[in-house]
């Protein structure tokens, strides 16, 4: 079983930062894609970023440039480092793990308990 909790989400101005996250707990940390998704009130759950067992990394095109995602194997945390942030970007922010590298949500095994991210304007 593989529990994941997140941390760091608050209210910020736009154009500031924010840095989540997702302490992860159970076997084989280092074997999980990990992934960042996020649901806006009245909005279905979107992916935001993706990093593989390996390295490898995938973003949704409006966080491009902004956000940056990495992994600490050793310390079995995910990061979401969040710059230049806007109103837009508002929402609850999951952490999720699973055993394919995918932007889709249906690909994810496990999830956190989400964050809560606000930018005023």
């Known amino acids: 079983q593989v529990q994941l909790v997140e941390s760091g989400g608050g209210l910020v101005q736009a154009g500031g930062s924010l840095r989540l996250s997702c302490a992860v707990s159970?076997?084989?940390?280092?074997?999980?894609?990990m992934g960042w998704f996020r649901q806006a009130p009245g909005k279905e759950r979107e992916f935001v970023a993706a990093?593989?067992?390996?390295?490898?990394?995938i973003y949704k095109d409006s966080v491009k440039g902004r956000f940056t995602i990495s992994r600490d194997t050793a310390k079995n945390t995910v990061y979401l480092q969040m710059n230049s942030l806007k109103p837009e970007d508002t929402a609850v922010y999951y952490c999720?793990?699973?055993?394919?590298?995918?932007?889709?949500?249906?690909?994810?095994?496990?999830w956190g308990q989400g964050t809560q991210v606000t930018v005023s304007s």
């Open positions: 159970g076997r084989a940390f280092s074997s999980y894609h």
């Open positions: 990093i593989s067992w390996s390295g490898g990394k």
């Open positions: 999720t793990a699973g055993r394919t590298y995918s932007i889709s949500v249906r690909s994810y095994d496990y």
